[in-house]
């Protein structure tokens, strides 16, 4: 979290219904229509990611509704059990956690579901668990494809102001985001951008919710509204954290991801070529620009690994989840980062890879600062 944003946050909380609290808050609602590349909407709750996820599924649902899910990882499957939870019917296209969702499995599902079944596609644009990104202009292509009015709901809390998304161009018709990841933020904030298609559902939609019913928060179905007394010093950061990315510019914010990403790929194809470990993702066209997951040989504890990193470099690694745990390691590579900060990851890696006597090929980061340099030539 940048010093700035801490700063923006650290003063006494305003009146939520005053003047000065509506021209923040309008401000951050147009903010994030940019960010999110919609003219439509931009619904905030105070919540973790969990919350816009149950938003989306509540407001466009109802009891019995089939969903077309795609298995990307653990948050996928969390989201999957969380629409069962509310009795939804959850068609989950197997994978095997290396790839994205298969745009051609989804349209093949599609185009034999003749009687339209299927309410709704819920996809995870940036699968955080595998460090592997969904191709979502392919997935909407494959639901155009099978000619189906299926509902498109995407996860892109890993994704949003890091890579590009683009709400509208890809007719998404509920993207879910959180303040924790690419916007710089504490976590507590969660976001629902909802087309017109959305909001036309939620007024048929029979799950009850209020905390989380668009129409309740947004009586005109256009203006941006709260329920609840909104989380207010998150706004002072939020409003700040927008500042900075339209500072930078979008399109700058995810080309240096790009680049960052790309040298961490480097280091650790690098140290994989004595076979210690490997890129997770398969599919060079899937890998994250906002985390890398990394597979180690089976002779190797990723635990190990990454409790020693913390213990003498002070940096977290995070761990792999469900299947991959003591298998993978996960570099998170998004929001507030450069040149120095990833290269001092990487150093600290190369350094526990020598502490703890992984057989990797040395020079891992002068790999990536070959690359970067290259970049700036
Ligand atoms: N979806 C993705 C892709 C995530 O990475 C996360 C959390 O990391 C979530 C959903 C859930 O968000 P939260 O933990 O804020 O509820």
Redesign the pocket.
């Known amino acids: 979290m940048p010093d700035r944003i801490l700063r923006a946050m650290d003063r006494p909380a305003i009146d939520h219904r005053g003047p000065e609290f509506k021209q923040l808050s309008e401000e951050c609602f147009d903010g994030l229509r940019s960010i999110f590349g919609t003219r439509c909407p931009v619904l905030v709750f105070p919540s973790?990611?969990?919350g816009a996820?149950e938003a989306a599924l509540v407001n466009t649902c109802s009891p019995g509704d089939v969903l077309l899910m795609a298995e990307t990882g653990a948050?996928s499957a969390?989201w999957k059990a969380m629409a069962e939870a509310f009795g939804l019917v959850v068609e989950y296209l197997p994978g095997d956690w290396r790839h994205g969702a298969d745009p051609d499995a989804i349209y093949d599902r599609l185009a034999k579901d003749r009687d339209h079944t299927i309410k709704a596609v819920a996809i995870?644009h940036?699968?955080?668990s595998t460090g592997i990104t969904t191709r979502l202009p392919e997935v909407r292509e494959a639901i155009d494809r099978a000619n189906h009015p299926a509902l498109f709901l995407v996860?892109t809390?890993?994704s949003l102001a890091s890579m590009d998304f683009r709400m509208d161009d890809w007719r998404v018709d509920v993207a879910i985001g959180?303040s924790?990841k690419g916007l710089m933020l504490p976590?507590g904030l969660?976001f629902n951008g909802i087309s017109k298609k959305a909001l036309r559902s939620a007024q048929a939609s029979q799950l009850p919710s209020r905390y989380w019913d668009w129409n309740a928060i947004m009586p005109d179905g256009e203006t941006p509204g709260f329920l609840s007394t909104p989380a207010i010093n998150m706004f002072f950061g939020l409003h700040e954290a927008l500042t900075m990315l339209k500072e930078e510019g979008l399109d700058n914010v995810f080309e240096r991801h790009a680049r960052l990403a790309g040298a961490v790929r480097q280091a650790i194809v690098h140290w994989g070529q004595e076979g210690c470990m490997e890129l997770l993702s398969e599919d060079p066209r899937e890998q994250s620009n906002s985390v890398t997951a990394v597979l180690m040989a089976d002779k190797y504890n990723a635990d190990d690994l990454r409790a020693s990193c913390m213990q003498h470099t002070n940096v977290a690694l995070a761990a792999g989840l469900n299947r991959f745990s003591g298998k993978v390691f996960r570099i998170g590579h998004l929001g507030d980062l450069n040149e120095p900060m990833i290269l001092g990851t990487l150093s600290a890696i190369e350094m526990t890879l020598k502490m703890t006597g992984v057989d990797y090929r040395p020079g891992g980061t002068t790999a990536a600062i070959d690359f970067l340099a290259e970049r700036f030539n």
Do not use: K, R, Y
Request: hydrophobic residues 35%.
């Open positions: 973790a990611g969990h996820w948050f969390m995870v940036n699968e955080t996860d809390i890993s959180g924790q976590p969660s």
